[in-house]
């Protein structure tokens, strides 16, 4: 129902952007990264069961959805609206304990992922691009749990994880383009498996790559990254350019998995580095 393993990887990006954030390793308010880890799981869960209302119709539709719990009538929609409004509320609080702009920029994010997002998803292609914003959420929150301010350190986390989604979730429109159309969904950006649609996975990659390594240049305030740590970063992003060089040269469903594996593991794999190079310096 919670979507575990999408559950815990969002708790991992916050619980990174959190280390980041405190001034030295030591200080490691073990009492709030619980907290966080717990209320920003509640979060997640919630999101994802709103969702999985909403839509219960329509993933009745895809074989990668059918088997759902709501859509497979195993749980009742009233059932599961109980507890997404728990999670949501229990999670609002727990996050509230560390500070009231953590509460509000989770609730922000659980807004727009049910309210505009998923509503969006039968409409218009856009939608890929409004849930970018909740999406990139998660990584930012961790920096503000712990400063209880929104700064330029914030705002690179979230640019961060905002560009990526982009070709990650561009991938998997590719792969499961025929499920999607089952569903009624249009996840592409032109709405078609064509070349206009696989240059933006190129482009939004670049700047990805480019917004990955801002922080080795010293412009961004207490978030920093020392040139080794860079090149590692960018290294990853060849890798993951790479791939998605190769889906617009092979047009291949195989492809399109393969870069949506690749940007699952760089994503977690830059977060490592960035939080190692802070540990290490």
């Given at each position: 129902m919670t979507k575990m393993g999408?559950?815990?990887?969002?708790?991992?990006?916050?619980?990174?952007?959190?280390?980041?954030?405190?001034?030295?390793?030591?200080?490691?308010?073990?009492?709030?990264?619980?907290?966080?880890?717990?209320?920003?799981?509640?979060?997640?869960?919630?999101?994802n069961v709103y969702n999985q209302i909403i839509e219960r119709?329509?993933?009745?539709?895809?074989?990668?959805?059918a088997n759902r719990p709501i859509a497979s009538g195993r749980v009742k929609p009233q059932s599961a609206f109980i507890l997404a409004a728990a999670l949501t509320v229990v999670g609002l609080y727990i996050l509230y304990t560390i500070n009231p702009k953590t509460a509000m920029f989770a609730a922000i994010s659980i807004f727009l992922y049910t309210s505009v997002y998923t509503p969006l998803k039968p409409v218009t292609p856009l939608s890929v691009f409004v849930g970018a914003f909740?999406?990139?959420?998660?990584?930012?929150?961790?920096?503000?749990?712990e400063t209880n301010n929104f700064g330029i350190e914030a705002g690179m986390l979230f640019m961060i994880q905002f560009f990526w989604q982009f070709p990650h979730f561009w991938a998997i429109g590719w792969f499961l383009y025929d499920d999607y159309e089952r569903g009624g969904f249009s996840m592409l950006?032109?709405?078609?498996?064509?070349?206009?649609?696989?240059?933006?996975?190129?482009?939004?990659?670049?700047?990805?790559?480019?917004?990955?390594?801002?922080?080795a240049f010293g412009v961004t305030g207490r978030l920093y990254l020392t040139p080794i740590?860079?090149?590692?970063?960018?290294?990853?992003?060849?890798?993951?350019?790479?791939?998605?060089?190769?889906?617009?040269?092979?047009?291949?469903?195989?492809?399109?998995?393969?870069?949506?594996?690749?940007?699952?593991?760089?994503?977690?794999?830059?977060?490592?580095?960035y939080v190692l190079d802070k540990i290490l310096r």
């Amino acid at each position: 129902m919670t979507k575990m393993g999408l559950a815990l990887s969002v708790v991992f990006s916050t619980i990174a952007g959190y280390v980041l954030a405190v001034p030295d390793i030591r200080s490691i308010n073990y009492l709030t990264l619980l907290a966080l880890a717990v209320g920003g799981y509640c979060m997640v869960g919630a999101s994802n069961v709103y969702n999985q209302i909403i839509e219960r119709d329509l993933d009745k539709k895809m074989h990668r959805t059918a088997n759902r719990p709501i859509a497979s009538g195993r749980v009742k929609p009233q059932s599961a609206f109980i507890l997404a409004a728990a999670l949501t509320v229990v999670g609002l609080y727990i996050l509230y304990t560390i500070n009231p702009k953590t509460a509000m920029f989770a609730a922000i994010s659980i807004f727009l992922y049910t309210s505009v997002y998923t509503p969006l998803k039968p409409v218009t292609p856009l939608s890929v691009f409004v849930g970018a914003f909740p999406g990139a959420i998660p990584f930012m929150l961790g920096w503000v749990a712990e400063t209880n301010n929104f700064g330029i350190e914030a705002g690179m986390l979230f640019m961060i994880q905002f560009f990526w989604q982009f070709p990650h979730f561009w991938a998997i429109g590719w792969f499961l383009y025929d499920d999607y159309e089952r569903g009624g969904f249009s996840m592409l950006p032109t709405g078609k498996k064509d070349n206009k649609t696989l240059r933006q996975i190129i482009l939004y990659t670049i700047w990805l790559i480019i917004v990955s390594i801002f922080p080795a240049f010293g412009v961004t305030g207490r978030l920093y990254l020392t040139p080794i740590s860079a090149v590692l970063v960018f290294l990853a992003g060849v890798w993951m350019l790479l791939a998605a060089v190769n889906l617009y040269q092979k047009r291949t469903d195989k492809a399109a998995r393969s870069l949506m594996l690749v940007s699952v593991t760089y994503i977690s794999l830059i977060q490592i580095i960035y939080v190692l190079d802070k540990i290490l310096r």
